[in-house]
């Protein structure tokens, strides 16, 4: 009877989940526009079709304001940051394009990721201003100009010179502060991309300086009614989604809206993680009925 009772709750925990739309807030990054990723947007947008999903924000990274802000794979390449933009313009007219192909199949929003360093918020406003993107993922991947989302080498210049892992941290969630103020995005991208390089995240998270912050940064959240970016590409690389499990239950209880973000970089990245995302999710009992992220009005 105990086993039948049991079968009768994933029997219906399944059908619930079979119920969940499949959308992603921060993805659609694709080798056509984006150094480090693969293949066609037309093959990402498809392959997205493919799985069932019923809205998705394709959302690239934006050029970088100048040279010194390239990735570094764009800076070995020598792409320089006048290509880097032009790119990104025809990036807008392409997505314009397959979202009007395949309107019918997908809902797709056309939208783009920040960055965050000295002039970038300019830049961008300048951007929404020139492209009229749906809406923003607002993100951070640099501290004090050095990448901290690249590879372990970078991460540790960035400890070295900011001056401790503490102060990294402590100026990460600072810029994303000074960031979320400035533009508002409607999804905050990987909150805690900052721990991708340190293993001991967790016990640093517990920093009372650190975690005073992360409180202040998801209440600007709260109040703004700002999407959180449930992003699925942390299980690849950091063991867990981001935001990491502390600061997932510390927004959920602030009423946060969490929503997936796959974060996709290629066909094969498209959808993965998501049913360990969603469970997850539903273990912590956060709602599944996604709100879509508020639209730029533009005039
Ligand atoms: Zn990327
Ligand atoms: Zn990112």
Same mark, same amino acid.
């Given at each position: 009877m105990a086993s039948g009772a049991s079968a009768n709750n994933v029997a219906s925990a399944n059908k619930a989940a079979t119920n969940i739309q499949k959308v992603s807030v921060h993805g659609g990054h694709s080798g056509q526009f984006c %150094? %480090?990723?693969? @293949?066609? *947007?037309? @093959?990402?947008i498809k392959a997205y079709i493919d799985q069932g999903f019923t809205w998705v924000g394709i959302t690239e990274h934006m050029a970088p304001l100048s040279d010194a802000f390239r990735y570094p794979d764009e800076a070995e390449d020598q792409q320089s940051a006048a290509f880097l933009r032009e790119q990104f313009f025809s990036y807008f007219d392409e997505c314009q394009k397959l979202k009007n192909k395949y309107s019918d199949q997908i809902e797709i929003f056309s939208a783009f990721e920040t960055e965050t360093y000295e002039g970038a918020q300019a830049f961008v406003n300048h951007l929404v201003e020139e492209l009229k993107p749906d809406y923003l993922v607002g993100s951070v991947h640099h501290v004090n100009s050095i990448c901290i989302d690249y590879d372990e080498g970078h991460f540790r210049q960035a400890v070295t010179t900011t001056g401790s892992l503490e102060a990294l941290y402590l100026d990460y969630f600072d810029a994303q502060f000074e960031m979320l103020q400035a533009l508002e995005p409607a999804v905050v991208g990987h909150f805690d991309l900052i721990r991708k390089f340190d293993p001991d995240y967790l %016990?640093? *998270?517990?920093n009372k300086k650190i975690w005073q912050r992360v409180k202040r940064n998801l209440d600007f959240i709260a109040r703004k009614n700002l999407i959180l970016d449930f992003n699925l590409r942390g299980f690849d690389k950091a063991s867990e989604q981001y935001p990491s499990m502390p600061v997932l239950k510390e927004a959920l209880a602030m009423g946060i809206a969490v929503v997936p973000g796959d974060d996709s970089h290629g066909v094969a990245s498209v959808g993965r993680n998501y049913d360990r995302g969603i469970e997850i999710l539903r273990s912590l009992g956060a709602s599944t009925d996604w709100p879509k992220p508020v639209l730029f009005n533009h005039t």
């Open positions: %150094h %480090h990723a693969k @293949d066609s *947007l037309e @093959d990402v %016990h640093t *998270l517990q």
